[in-house]
């Protein structure tokens, strides 16, 4: 991995001035995030570098999904003071020494989470540990922070199953989880509702749909469908069992979710949920296809029916956002905009570490792995 990005790094990543510090709070606060090294968490750590004046204390278990320090190396989060990071499991609780040294806040940012649907298929039980018991963990240390403002837990379309042709979900209808990993973080979700209602605790949830970014594990749709277009390979794309239709989702840019988390700390509501969607929604097939556009190389592709891909696999997710645009926050960054940015990002030969993380091709022709969307 990178730790010194050089100049076109810095460029092809900069934050778009709608980010920029000219907007910076100046009201200093301290502020703990869960996961800190995962691939949302980091961006809205770099978010929060980049507008505010707060300090920033980041937990990470550094387990495979972290890839270590390197993502903070890379924003460079170590360059700056304001920011330290503890290597914690949060599933194990916050232990008396760690409270100490993390020290009165603001603001926790409950970030950490096990995501990858087929990783839960295979094994719920990190799953259960990480998104449920590490929630658990979580709130009680929270009950203890004296100072705290909010409690903000970080939800997913998923909770809501799948969206039929025409429907958005909107924040409080019901729950239909069709997967450990979505079943768990509802989990999660209720029991912040249930602490804020019984002990007070001051709280609310965000649903956030499927985010891209920079540094994102290679083991998401988004980077398999540059990794298969590089390379020349066959990429499966979820359909109907027709194997006409391509399965969709609404794509948002990490930074946009990390614009609205900000938003909505000065004003949100005890108790409440906020959707963060995306502009549209927009087939897989689509995606990828606008993917190979931007790197100016073919896409090899097949579709297979969603639920032989996987058990539990939702063709569509769908979030209604007009509750967050009646509040004012829209996504600063356009998803046309973000997305050629990313991929321009991905491609650069220093981030490539980022991509392919064993730097080894596969022959052109041979089936890529499973996309998992």
């Known amino acids: 991995m990178n730790s010194t990005p050089s100049n076109l790094h810095r460029s092809i990543g900069r934050l778009p001035r709608h980010f920029e510090r000219q907007n910076a709070t100046r009201n200093a606060r301290r502020v703990l995030v869960t996961g800190g090294c995962g691939f949302i968490a980091h961006h809205f750590i770099e978010h929060m570098l980049e507008v505010t004046d707060w300090d920033i204390v980041a937990l990470d278990h550094l387990d495979y999904a972290s890839n270590g320090f390197d993502r903070l190396r890379d924003i460079p989060a170590f360059d700056d003071r304001r920011v330290q990071v503890f290597t914690v499991d949060v599933a194990g609780g916050v232990s008396v020494g760690l409270r100490k040294e993390i020290g009165p806040v603001d603001y926790i940012f409950h970030l950490a989470a096990e995501t990858h649907v087929d ?21 009680e240390y929270a009950g203890t922070v004296s100072s705290l403002k909010w409690f903000v837990y970080m939800s997913t379309d998923e909770v809501f199953g799948a969206a039929p042709p025409g429907v958005s979900f909107k924040e409080w209808d019901r729950y239909n989880s069709s997967n450990p990993y979505s079943a768990t973080k509802a989990a999660g979700e209720e029991m912040t509702l249930a602490w804020a209602n019984t002990y007070g605790l001051p709280a609310f949830v965000i649903h956030a749909m499927n985010a891209f970014g920079e540094r994102q594990h290679p083991e998401k749709f988004f980077p398999k469908v540059v990794n298969a277009v590089l390379e020349g390979r066959l990429l499966p794309i979820h359909s109907d069992a027709t194997c006409t239709v391509s399965s969709s989702r609404c794509y948002i840019h990490a930074r946009n979710i990390a614009s609205a988390i900000l938003f909505l700390v000065s004003r949100a509501e005890q108790r409440e949920k906020y959707n963060i969607a995306g502009e549209r929604d927009i087939p897989n097939l689509e995606l990828a296809q606008r993917v190979a556009e931007i790197i100016g190389k073919p896409l090899h592709y097949e579709f ?13 997710y769908s979030l209604d956002g007009s509750r967050m645009k009646s509040m004012g926050w829209e996504p600063p960054n356009g998803f046309e905009e973000s997305l050629e940015r990313t991929v321009r990002w991905m491609i650069q030969p220093e981030n490539m570490g980022w991509l392919r993380p064993d730097l080894e091709f596969k022959p052109t022709g041979e089936p890529a792995i499973e996309i998992a969307a």
């Open 304 to 316: 297979v029916p969603a639920q032989l891909a996987r058990p539990g696999l939702d063709f569509r």
């Open 119 to 139: 990783n839960s298929i295979r094994d719920p039980w990190p799953f259960v540990r990480s998104n449920v018991i590490g929630t658990y963990q979580m709130l």
